[in-house]
C-alpha cells in the first residue's frame, strides 16, 4: 500500500488541517535508513485505527516545512494530533521500535477508535 505524499502546498490540508493523528515521515528516495523504514510505516499503515494517518513528505522535493520544524537527517518522524505536533524522532525504526513510538500517541486519537491499544500495537509485530 502506498502511503499519501504531501508537500508543502498540501501540508496545511493534508497535516494541520486533519483531525486525529497524522505521523509525518520525513525522508529521500537515496536514503537507506528511509527505504529501511518504508515498508515499517506500509505495513503499519495497513492496521491502524480510524484517526491514525501515515504520509509522507519527500525533503528533496519539498524543502520548507522540513527547514520550518528544524529537520537535520532524515528519517524523522513528526506527529501530529490534531494539527499540533507532539513528537519528532529523528533514525530508521524496525516494527516493535514503531509500535512503541506510536503507542505513546494513539492513545490522543478521537473516540473513533474502537480497539484496544495493545490489540493495535500488537498487529505492528511479526
Known amino acids: 500500500m502506498a502511503l499519501k505524499q504531501v508537500t508543502d502546498a498540501s501540508f496545511v490540508d493534508d497535516v494541520l488541517n486533519q483531525k486525529g493523528v497524522v505521523v509525518v515521515d520525513f525522508?529521500?528516495?537515496?536514503?537507506?535508513?528511509?527505504?529501511m523504514l518504508g515498508p515499517v510505516l506500509e505495513k503499519a499503515a495497513e492496521?491502524?485505527?480510524?484517526?491514525?494517518?501515515?504520509v509522507k513528505y519527500n525533503v528533496d522535493e519539498c524543502q520548507d516545512v522540513a527547514s520550518q520544524l528544524g529537520v537535520r537527517g532524515i528519517p524523522t518522524l513528526a506527529v501530529y494530533k490534531d494539527g499540533q505536533l507532539q513528537a519528532q524522532q529523528a533514525g530508521a525504526m524496525n516494527s516493535a521500535q514503531f509500535s512503541e513510538f506510536l503507542k505513546n500517541f494513539i492513545s490522543f486519537c478521537?473516540?473513533?477508535?474502537?480497539?484496544p491499544l495493545?490489540?493495535?500495537?500488537?498487529?505492528f509485530l511479526p
Not at 525522508?27 to 537507506?32: E, K, L, N, Q, T
Open 110 to 115: 478521537s473516540t473513533t477508535v474502537r480497539f
Open 47 to 54: 492496521t491502524l485505527p480510524d484517526g491514525v494517518q501515515i
Open 118 to 123: 495493545y490489540r493495535t500495537v500488537a498487529s
Open 27 to 35: 525522508w529521500a528516495p537515496w536514503c537507506g535508513p528511509c527505504r
